[in-house]
Each structure stands twice: as C-alpha cells, then as structure tokens.
C-alpha cells in the first residue's frame, strides 16, 4: 500500500515533470512531502500569482503545461487571476491545490473555498479528486485536455485526507475517459470557397492571431500570403507569431496598432483571419469592421467562428492543417497581385518612420529605448512584458524576429505579468537571454519574485519605464476625460536600485542612450541579472497613435504634427 499522493508524483515523473512551481501551506503538505524523495525540483515562488503567470509563460515557451501547486483558501483563490489570464490567451497549465478533509467540507473549516466553483469560469475543466484512486488517471486527464484543441488551464482540488490515503497502486488503472474535440478533416468546398474570394479580391489582407503560433503554421502562413501577394497584419498575441522584419508584415492592428496596419483592414474587401478571435482592441467597432469586407475564419475553437464577427466562410480546423490544405489548391501561376496596395501601405510606415526621427528626444523616449534594446539582445531572445503604456509601446515598436519569442498578457490585461512571465520563460530556456519590460506600476505588483532569481539562479534583465504614474489609465484621462487626473500618479516611488541591491542584482539607472546600451550588454555577454530604470516623461509620453475604445479605425488620434490619409486612393497611386 502507498500513498495516494506518492503515486502521482510518480506519475508526474513518468509523464516527463521535471519541476512545479507553487507555495507551500497546510492542506498541500502531503503533496510536497511525496516531492522530498523525488527529482522533480520545486520554485518556490513569494506570490502565488507569480507561479501562475511564470506557469503560463512556460506553458507558451514549452507548448506543454507546467504545474503550479499551492494550498488551499487563499492559495487556491490568488490563482484566479492566473487562471484567467492562461484562459484568456490559450495558455495550458495545471493548478492544483489542497483542500480542508472531505469531512469538513461545508462547514466553514480553516481556508476552506469553493475553488472548484470558483474558478469553472475561467479554466478549461476543473476536478474534484473524493476517491484516493482517481488522483493519478485525473492528473493524466489533466495533462491531455490542456493541451488538446485549444489549449488552456485546468486545475485540481486535492482534499487532504485523499492525499494521505493509502491505496493499492493497482487500484490507479481505472480509466478516465477524456472527450477530445473531434478535430473533423476541414471541408474541402468551404477550401475552395475561401480561396476563390482571395484570388478574386482586389485588396485581401491576412489577420493573424495567436491561434497560429500554438498551431505552428507561421510558415503556411507565409506562405500564402507570398503566394497572392497580400498584407499581414495582426493581433497583440499574433504579433508573436510571424517576423516583424517580413516584408509583407505590416504589424498589429487595432486600438494601439501601426498605421499602415489599421490601413490595410480598413481597406480591405476580404480579409482571413487565422487563429483569432477578433477582440474589440484589435477590431474596434464591430458594424464598421463588417461593412464592405467578406470574412474567412479559420480557426479550431468552433465557438469562436461567429461570436463576434460574422464570417462569408467559416472553417474549424488547425490552421496549418486548414493553410496546408489551401496552399495544395492554389493555382501555379497567380495573375493578381497587390503590389501597389502594400506599397502604399509601406509608404505610411516610412512617413510616419520619418516624422518619428524628426522629434525631439531629449532624455528618454520609449520607442527609442525599445530601438536600443532591440539592437542589443540577440534575435532569438524572449521578450516578456507587463501592462500598460510600455506594452503599448512594445506592441508597437517591439520587432520580432523569431517567432515565439513575444510573451504578453493581452486578453485580460495582468498588470504584473511581465517579471513571473520572464522567471518563467528563462527556467524553460535557460540557454536563451529572456528580457521584461515594464513599468513602474506593474513591476510592483510582483516585484517580490524578483527573490527568485539569485536563489535558483534565474538571471533575467528587467527595463522599467518609470514615470511615476499608471501612464495608460492618465493617458485616457487627458484624451478622453478632459484631464480629470485622478488615482494614477505616485507620489513617491521607492528607490528601483535599493529594491534591485536588496535582491542581490546588479541595478542601473542610464543618464544617456549609451548607458543603457552598454549595460544590457554586458548583462547579456556575462548571462548575468540586471534591473533598468529608465526615466520617462508622464506628461509628454502618450502612446500614439491611438484609436478610442468602441471607435473604428480611421477615427485615430494622430501623434501632434503628424497625419496620414488611412483610405486606399486606387491602384492608379504611385504611377
């Protein structure tokens, strides 16, 4: 006889876990008791929102689900926003926390919480585990619908009492039947279809999603749109999924989305869209986005084809399976082509290039700051980022050369994702130099985790945009509530180089463009930890362009001195 618990850690082993991440507490000890004689290394992280965001960017980097363990009530409910997050962007990892003995269960015992009711919403599946036995053919349950379809995060609650229980390991072969989302073979016809709209269209456009990068069909992607010659733009995740430094890349679209990117989707007739689900930050205005286009939706969440936006043609199915199949059927020798349309688009990005050059950039200036980062860090390093205006900023002016190397919270929006996410991101690959930018209000959400690094020897680089403000929440305030500023500003930031010295990691805080540059590289030649603070200005620094939340795409909001005509003039330009 053995305990419940010791078979699954076995089982974790046998599965290929090699670590978990996650805090100790009271209803969870047995579990990390059977990890003492096992060789499955333990993070202990200093906020369980850390282990599940660094949880959810190893899940991105691996494409296979870490493991977070924490114990129960207030462990298990400082997962929410985690769980949420992987939910959000398609993130698979497993949570599993302790909970009181089946005896106490409703009699409000000590950090006693429905976390199985609690988080139904914003897992993929959730379980139980009443009966010793189930604990080992759940977790493997666990492991498998995390990643089948579209992946996402799926949490088990372990009562303590089933964790200590002894129980024949024969006992754990029961079998539990995972339902997997019958993945049909894409309709030819609609193929077929979808194709013909493109060879016909006169202005099409490829939109991008993160589907893409889980289904690893950057290159189908590519693919096509050399083919037919046509624009690709994308969403915040699909930014992840192709290189920045293709020609035919014009970036992200949406409310803080590159001109020429916005121009392409405003101009469009048809426009397939892989592997995403048309938020409002990328779309903006539903009816407006409609009218005039005809919409190919590719995607392998079959909830998703419709929701928002209505499709001409809509298939389920994995994108590169779906692209594979559409590339077999394209024509040899293709007659149309779009070469006028995506040099006009790329003339918007060389105006607006242009104009950027010519503004002063006395003392630091985000896009400037990203430009040198970009020229120091090798092109296959992995970029992480909080939230607010520095991710804006990144999505905009951030180049990615290899895809997958981009980590951003973007459906739900985590202020403090980008620390855990980059501790998360170098314990998957440790050989690759893996960046945070953030800001000074992210970076303190989670900065406690920062205590990771010199413990396990974790040396990551985090650049702080500090200006002392929730600079996206003042930015709306000016623009959209007529400089009524209020709860944004702080009025006294700690010291970032004695948070940095109380860590143990080398802190700088650059005078000019050459310091900065200096220290990150260096940080990055010696793989050695460095903390950037980098002082930018709260009342000048806006991210522009922008388009207000509900507005359509040409009722951007132009950077001071600078406009462009986002309407297409005709095939007749430039001749």
Known sequence: MTRAVDLLVREMENIGVREVFGIIGGQ???????????????????????????????????????????????GATNLLTGLANAMMDSSPLIAITGQVPTTFFGRDAFQETD??????????????IRKPEDMVPVYRAAYEISIDGRPGPVLIDLPRDTQLTDIDPGDTKMNIRVFKKALLEPDPSLITYALKLLLTAERPVMLVGGGVCWSEATNEVLAIAELIGMPIVTTLPGKNCVPGNHPLVMGPSGMHGRLEADAAII??????????????????????????????HIDIDRSEVGKNVKPEVGIVGDAKTV??????????????????????LRGIKESYEKYRSKVDT?????????????????????????????????????????????????????????????????????????LDIDGDGSFQMTMQNLALIREYNIP??????????????????????????????????????????AYGIEGVRPGDYEELRSAVTRAVRDNEALIVDVTIDREKDFVLPFVPSGKWLEEVIFPEGFKV???????GYGE
């Open 115 to 128: 976390i199985v009711g609690s988080s139904m919403p914003v897992t993929k599946h959730t379980f139980m």
């Open 267 to 296: 101009n469009a007739d048809v426009v397939l869209a892989v592997g995403t689900r048309f938020s409002d930050r990328t779309v903006g205005n539903f009816s407006e986005f409609r009218k005039g286009k005809k919409i190919i």
């Open 460 to 501: 990551i680089i985090v650049t702080i945009f500090d200006n002392s403000t929730l600079m996206l929440v003042r930015h709306w305030q000016v623009m959209l509530y007529n400089r009524r500023i209020i709860a944004v500003d702080f009025n006294v930031n700690p010291d970032f180089m004695k948070i940095a010295e």
């Open 28 to 74: 969870i000890m047995p579990f990390f008791d059977a990890l003492y004689n096992s060789d499955i290394k333990v993070y202990m992280f200093r906020h369980e929102q850390g282990a599940i965001h660094a949880a959810d960017a190893y899940g991105r980097v691996m494409k296979r689900p870490m493991t977070v363990v924490v114990t129960s009530g207030p």
């Open 362 to 434: 006395n003392g630091f200036v985000p896009w400037k700051v990203l430009k040198v980062l970009r020229e120091v860090m090798p092109p296959n390093s992995i970029t992480a980022t909080g939230v607010g205006s520095h991710q804006m900023w990144s999505e905009l002016h951030w180049d990615v050369y290899v895809p997958g190397t981009f980590i951003t919270s973007a459906g739900l929006g985590t202020m403090g994702f980008g620390i855990p996410a980059a501790l998360g991101a170098k314990i998957a690959r440790p050989d690759v130099p893996v």
């Open 323 to 344: 692209l594979s199949m559409m590339i077999k059927l394209m024509p040899k020798a293709l007659e149309r082509r779009h070469d006028t349309f995506i040099k006009w």
């Open 565 to 571: 005509d986002l309407r297409y003039p005709g095939d």
